[in-house]
């Protein structure tokens, strides 16, 4: 093994501290890697051991059941940032351990642009190519150059560029298959603290730039942290509306065939002079889970103020953990959501998280 310095066992093997829900049992073992090297080599022999291995980067994705986790859990905390240039273009390599939002931080103080859209998103760099995270009209396949994998399946290590991971809404094909572990990331940057196209109308506003306009980085980053903290979507120890997976459900997507039968059920629950949130989307319309669940009847807080597990009472589309809640309490919330969304509007929604032994119930 490498250096202790690098790689810590823990006797404490809950895994509850190590999400962002604060949800989950134990692990049989957890073992920290601080560094690319130790993470590779323990990977490696418990692979070899036959050992099942749980990672855990940022746990900002992660629900995991009651019952834990029977193998070892492997936290990814590598960390490290690098600058380079490639044709006259810069970039930000980041081991894949980094915090996410001081991997951002840091591009914007180092006078670059680029990753401002996607501030305050909890995690590890390292996590959001898997599912293709994006946020205020940004995501990772606009930005992402690179990928360092270990392939578990073969031992060998190598960059795959953002043509090779299928990156989609809120998915990749590293998402769900554990055979691929990722090592570092690299981003394209923009210089003189150029910010990406500002595409979303609410940031573009609150900036006072036309939609599809750049700003300054830093000025783009403090309106995205304030929009964020808002909705509960930064984290705070102190207050459980952040003690979340963020937004639980992805925006559904309808054929286009299927759209006027769903808006007739909009209408008819809620007046014909309803304007629905729609957008284009490769395989048609993308409607809001946020707009649907809310009118569906699940207002931001329900159940109760005394419920263990209820929506964020600034945003429909989190659901959180107030302090007691188990992973049986989270998942019934959501299925009751995902039901009555159904049952308003004939729209499925599918849960975005990676889910570790456990699974929302069936549908009614």
Not at 7 to 17: G, N, R
Request: glycine share 10%; proline share 5%; aromatic share 6%.
């Amino acid at each position: 093994m490498t250096d202790s310095h690098h790689m810590a066992s823990s006797p404490d093997t809950t895994l509850a501290s190590l999400t962002t829900l604060r949800l989950g049992g134990p692990a049989k073992a957890v073992i920290e890697c601080g560094s690319t090297e130790a993470l590779v080599q323990t990977v490696r022999d418990l692979d070899a051991r036959g050992e099942s291995v749980l990672l855990i980067g940022g746990g900002s994705n992660l629900v995991i059941g009651d019952d834990g986790f029977d193998g070892t859990a492997v936290v990814i905390a590598s960390s490290g940032i690098e600058y380079g240039e490639e044709d006259g273009r810069p970039f930000v390599t980041a081991e894949a351990g980094t915090d996410w939002d001081a991997l951002v931080a840091a591009t914007v103080e180092s006078g670059f642009g680029g990753l401002e859209c996607l501030s305050g998103i909890p995690g590890a760099a390292g996590t959001t190519p898997v599912q293709n995270v994006g946020a205020y009209g940004v995501e990772v396949a606009d930005v992402l150059r690179r990928v360092r994998l270990l392939d578990r399946t073969t031992g060998s290590i190598s960059w795959v560029g953002p043509d090779d991971l299928e990156l989609a809404y809120r998915t990749s094909n590293l998402k769900g298959r554990d055979s691929q572990v990722v090592l570092a990331v690299s981003f394209w940057l923009n210089p003189e603290q150029r910010s990406a196209p500002i595409a979303y109308r609410e940031l573009a506003r609150a900036i006072d730039v036309a939609e599809g306009g750049t700003a300054n980085a830093a000025d783009v980053r403090s309106r995205v942290l304030e929009l964020r903290a808002s909705k509960g979507m930064v984290l705070d120890p102190t207050d459980h509306d952040t003690w979340s997976a963020g937004s639980f459900f992805t925006n559904p997507i309808v054929a286009e065939g299927d759209l006027d039968a769903i808006l007739k059920r909009i209408t008819n629950r809620l007046g014909t002079d309803v304007s629905v949130p729609r957008y284009p989307a490769d395989a048609g319309v993308k409607l809001s889970a946020g707009w649907l669940i809310e009118r569906a009847g699940f207002t931001k807080g329900f159940p109760s103020d005394d419920a263990p597990a209820r929506l964020s009472t600034k945003h429909t589309l989190a659901l959180t953990n107030r302090g007691s809640a188990t992973t049986a309490d989270l998942l019934a919330l959501a299925g009751r959501v995902r039901d009555g969304v159904c049952e308003a509007f004939g729209v499925e929604l599918h849960p975005e998280p990676v889910f570790v032994n456990c699974a929302m119930p069936e549908k009614n």
